[in-house]
């Protein structure tokens, strides 16, 4: 492991590590407008949720590195104390990178972007056309974490109102990650699309008891065949395989009886067995239980 000593290397490098690490992060593409009513519109990906009752919503505008000057979001909100945070999606994200450009005060970003600006409902900054949700937020709080370049200034808000796009919503009423497509942010000028292959489901009951990683057997917990996600499938479990279901299966499928067959010693090829079914795009985790529970039913002349 490299060791960092955040007070003994330069911002900017740590900048890139934190950024690097903590990622991906939502976007938020922040619309405000200052005293004058004249709109701003910048990305930030120091941003995420926080609570749901009240819905509440943060993200940080941070004192640029290079000469620890601050942003004009940052003087917008605390002018109005409004904002409205637009989701970025594929179809608009480089022209999300447009307005992360510094231009001067008072030049709006919608007309150097092309972006449209809408009315919001409850709010006075304008919310994006293009965008395919926006949080029009009231401003509870800004929370000043330094006075050095990179300093962040988090910016607590509470949602007062959203706008869900009818096309990214699902027919029970849920939003499509494929319909919304999604952009996020990693370190340096790498994106990620969170849709197609990207997005993938992880089913784990939280409020039923699992077997837990120390019920498996000793094999699998120092296999070298499977992995930490395989593992991971095993020890959620909600019952240890009984010697019946086991039994059954020695009997019933022929892969396990070709592996039982040969002299070697047959753990890792169960092992192997039972990665292959975890693999499955639908893990087939309670069979793959019982795989690895065959060998604490084999005895040694087996």
């Known amino acids: 492991m490299i060791d960092i000593d955040p007070q003994q290397i330069p911002t ?142 988090l910016i607590i808000c509470e949602v007062v109102r959203l706008h869900i796009a009818k096309e990214v919503v699902d027919e029970r009423g849920r939003i499509d990650p494929h319909k919304i497509d999604l952009m996020g942010r990693l370190g340096r000028a790498y994106y990620v699309r969170a849709s197609g292959d990207a997005v993938y489901t992880i089913v784990q009951p939280v409020t039923k008891m699992v077997i837990g990683y120390q019920s498996l057997p000793e094999h699998v917990r120092h296999s070298h065949v499977l992995t930490g996600n395989h593992i991971g499938l095993l020890a959620g479990l909600h019952k240890r395989p009984s010697p019946q279901e086991v039994l059954k299966l020695m009997k019933e499928d022929p892969h396990i009886q070709q592996i039982l067959s040969k002299k070697e010693n047959p753990i890792e090829a169960l092992h192997r067995y039972a990665a292959q079914l975890l693999d499955q795009p639908q893990p087939l985790r309670e069979k793959a239980g019982q795989v690895v529970w065959i060998p604490e039913y084999l005895t040694p002349s087996s």
């Open 12 to 153: 900017r490098d740590l900048h890139q590590f934190i950024l690097g690490t903590v990622a991906p992060r939502p976007i938020a593409f922040v619309s405000t407008i200052d005293e004058k009513g004249r709109p701003n519109l910048a990305p930030y990906s120091f941003f995420n949720a926080f609570s749901s009752n009240p819905p509440i919503v943060v993200f940080s505008s941070n004192r640029r590195v290079t000469n620890n000057t601050t942003k004009d979001t940052l003087y917008n909100v605390r002018a109005t104390g409004e904002v409205v945070i637009n989701m970025v999606n594929f179809d608009i994200v480089r022209q999300m990178a447009v307005c992360s450009v510094e231009f001067p005060q008072g030049i709006s970003e919608f007309e150097q972007s092309g972006l449209t600006p809408i009315p919001s409902q409850v709010v006075r900054p304008p919310r994006v056309k293009e965008s395919p949700a926006h949080l029009e937020c009231k401003v509870r709080d800004i929370i000043t974490l330094g006075t050095h370049g990179g300093a962040g200034h």
